[in-house]
Nanobody
Framework: QEQLVESGGGLVQAGGSLRLSCAASGVTFSMYAMGWFRQAPGKEREYVAGISWNSATTYVADSVEGRFTISRDNAKNSVFLQMNSLKVEDTAVYYC??????????????????WGQGTQVTVSS
C-alpha cells in the first residue's frame, strides 16, 4: 500500500522556521515528481512547491518565493519543505503529494495524486 506521511508541523512565532518532511513507501519514489500543498480555513488548496524526480526542476508559489525551499533525498524516499521567515498567513494544513506521471520535469503543471494525511502548521503573531 502506498503511503505518504508528513511530519514536522507545529506552532511557531512569526519570523521563525520549520522543516517539513514527507516519507514515502510502497512506491518507486525516484520515478516521480513530488509536491507540497497547503489549505487554510476558508481558502482553496494552494500548490506551494514542487520538485522533479531528479531535482533538476523546482517550482515555488509566488506567496512563498524566497522563503520556502523544496528538496528531496531519493535514497531516503523523502521530500522536504524548509520554511523560513514564517508569516501568520502561512498557517495551514500542509500536504505532500506524488505526481501521476513518471519522470516529469515541468513541475509547475504537474498532476498530483496519492496525497498524504497532512501536518498542521500554525504561525502566531
Amino acid at each position: 500500500q502506498e503511503q505518504l506521511v508528513e511530519s514536522g508541523g507545529g506552532l511557531v512565532q512569526a519570523g521563525g522556521s520549520l522543516r517539513l518532511s514527507c516519507a514515502a513507501s510502497g512506491v518507486t519514489f525516484s520515478m516521480y515528481a513530488m509536491g507540497w500543498f497547503r489549505q487554510a480555513p476558508g481558502k482553496e488548496r494552494e500548490y506551494v512547491a514542487g520538485i522533479s524526480w531528479n531535482s533538476a526542476t523546482t517550482y515555488v508559489a509566488d506567496s512563498v518565493e524566497g522563503r520556502f525551499t523544496i528538496s528531496r533525498d531519493n535514497a531516503k524516499n523523502s521530500v522536504f519543505l524548509q520554511m523560513n521567515s514564517l508569516k501568520v498567513e502561512d498557517t495551514a494544513v500542509y500536504y505532500c503529494a506524488r505526481d501521476r506521471v513518471y519522470y516529469r520535469l515541468a513541475v509547475a503543471g504537474a498532476d498530483f495524486g496519492s496525497w498524504g494525511q497532512g501536518t498542521q502548521v500554525t504561525v502566531s503573531s
